[in-house]
């Protein structure tokens, strides 16, 4: 089991940036293959980009593609997702996740943060 902790989320105006982190502890970090996620209020938890264990591959949702850029450095044990560009509909709670395979569902993730909130004004 691995323990995640994110962070960065905030307040940002259409079209600017902001820079996710996920910081883990725990076992070893870089056996995982790690995901990001978002909920918005009232809706389902959704895939938002993917990277394994290696960064050698990664996942984007299609309306990330372009956006949203996802790293790992496992060395530091920390995972990041680069957004820019951002829209009010990007408004959520940003999860990490790990897990032992890389996936594109919340079922292909084992261990959970507690979320950071983005939100972006109009």
């Known amino acids: 089991q691995v323990q995640l902790v994110e962070s960065g989320g905030g307040l940002v105006q259409t079209g600017g940036s902001l820079r996710l982190s996920c910081a883990a502890s725990?076992?070893?970090?870089?056996?995982?293959?790690m995901g990001w996620f978002r909920q918005a209020p009232g809706k389902e938890r959704e895939f938002v980009a993917g990277i394994s264990w290696n960064g050698g591959t990664t996942y984007y949702a299609d309306s990330m593609k372009g956006r949203f850029t996802i790293s790992r450095e496992n060395a530091k044990n920390t995972m990041y997702l680069e957004m820019s560009d951002l829209k009010p509909e990007d408004t959520a709670v940003y999860y990490c996740?790990?897990?032992?395979?890389?996936?594109?569902?919340?079922?292909?993730?084992?261990?959970w943060g507690q979320g950071t909130q983005v939100t972006v004004s109009s």
């Open positions: 996740a790990a897990g032992s395979f890389l996936g594109v569902t919340p079922a292909h993730f084992r261990d």
């Open positions: 725990g076992r070893a970090f870089g056996v995982y293959a």
